[in-house]
């Protein structure tokens, strides 16, 4: 069974963060919480990023506002995939500075970002990477999608009664 790090700089990014949490779990895949500080906590962040491939992971998650070094500097680390989450936080210049930190990687560093606060789609993406190896996986994304696709179509329908 595959498992998704999900990290953040601070326990203040967690309402944001959550929603990755949640799309992952309603998918099966099982997910580790936890607070990583680029700045304030460097060792953890440095043994986290080096040994996460080794006990298990898949994806990592990391989402950071401000600076938002976190997912670049596990991405330095960890061979793994790692989608990175601006967060629009209380010191940001309006969740630019958080997106521009983690888009604009060097080559060689990628990291998958996702839309300021997007967690959502950062769990989609997790569970789609899962789910090329994973056919139990894949169906459940099927199904999901299938999901939005009628929310639409019933939309549409309520629009016209």
Request: charged residues 20%.
């Amino acid at each position: 069974m595959s498992k998704v790090a999900v990290v953040m700089g601070s326990t203040s990014d967690l309402p944001i963060m959550k929603e990755a949490v949640e799309i992952l779990k309603g998918f099966d895949i099982e997910v580790m919480v936890d607070i990583i500080s680029a700045h304030r906590t460097p060792e953890k962040l440095f043994e986290f990023g080096r040994s996460a491939h080794k006990t298990g992971y898949t994806v990592i998650i990391a989402g950071a506002g401000g600076a938002a070094h976190l997912p670049g500097m596990l991405a330095s680390l960890s061979p793994l995939p790692v989608i990175g989450v601006p967060i629009k936080s209380s010191n940001s210049i309006d969740g630019w500075d958080s997106v521009l930190s983690i888009l604009q990687m060097p080559g060689g560093v990628p990291v998958a970002t996702v839309a300021l606060n997007g967690a959502k789609n950062a769990g989609i993406l997790a569970a789609q990477i899962i789910g090329s190896q994973d056919n139990c996986v894949l169906d459940k994304i099927l199904l999901y999608k299938e999901g939005l696709k009628e929310k639409v179509i019933q939309g549409a329908k309520d629009l016209k009664k």
